[in-house]
């Protein structure tokens, strides 16, 4: 069986319970507090960081080599574009997101004096994303896939971190209400999440 250390206030965490609830197969979810880090994060993962997945022998650290390794040996529903140029494309469009929105989370996250600045630029980005959603269901068409996966923990703490966006954003806003309702989504909520909207 599949265990997945998590953060229960992570958002790289809840990307990986997504994953394994809308997969819908066994695993384990194992709470981690991440203001009393345990040695056993520590020596399983180098960075001393959360998600960590653990299966028999296999060990892995990062939200999405751990999302795609569920994705390719769970393939149903797949997350992933079956056809490798659009696999390549989302992969290229993840890592994009990664270093301009995802990047500032942790400013938010530890509140760190770039915080503000952090903010701004995740309002900008995602501001910009909006336009998409005016003719598309979801971050790659119609079909929910892994970059929706990887958006919706951000878009889930906007008001937990003070993220304020201008009327123009309400198709990103209306995307994310989709995302929100999704069983696999609601069910890889923990308390604590759940606590942040209201």
């Not at 880090?37 to 960590?52: C, F, H, S, T």
């Not at 149903?76 to 990047?103: G, N």
């Not at 915080?115 to 309002?123: G, T």
């Not at 929706?148 to 009327?167: F, G, S, T």
Request: aromatic letters at 8%; charged letters at 30%; a neutral charge.
């Amino acid at each position: 069986m599949m265990n997945l250390y998590s953060g229960t206030t992570c958002p790289f965490s809840q990307r990986c319970r997504i994953v394994l609830y809308e997969k819908g197969m066994d695993f384990q979810v194992i709470d981690v507090d991440l203001f009393a880090k345990q040695e056993d994060i520590a020596m399983i993962n180098p960075y001393g960081r959360v998600p960590v997945l653990v299966e028999r022998d296999l060990i892995l650290y990062e939200p999405n080599i751990i999302n795609e390794y569920i994705d390719e040996r769970f393939p149903h529903p797949q997350l992933m574009p079956a056809d490798p140029i659009m696999r390549a494309r989302a992969r290229q469009l993840l890592i994009t997101m990664e270093r301009e929105v995802f990047l500032h989370i942790e400013a938010l996250e530890k509140n760190h004096k770039t915080a503000d600045k952090a903010r701004q630029i995740i309002r900008d980005r995602l501001t910009e994303m909006a336009p998409v959603f005016v003719k598309q269901k979801h971050m790659l068409g119609e079909d929910f896939s892994m970059l929706d996966v990887a958006i919706a923990p951000l878009l889930w703490r906007l008001d937990h971190y003070a993220i304020e966006l201008p009327k123009s954003a309400a198709p990103l806003m209306k995307y994310a209400e989709r995302i929100f309702s999704r069983q696999g989504f609601i069910d890889a909520l923990t308390p604590s999440e759940k606590a942040m909207r209201r």
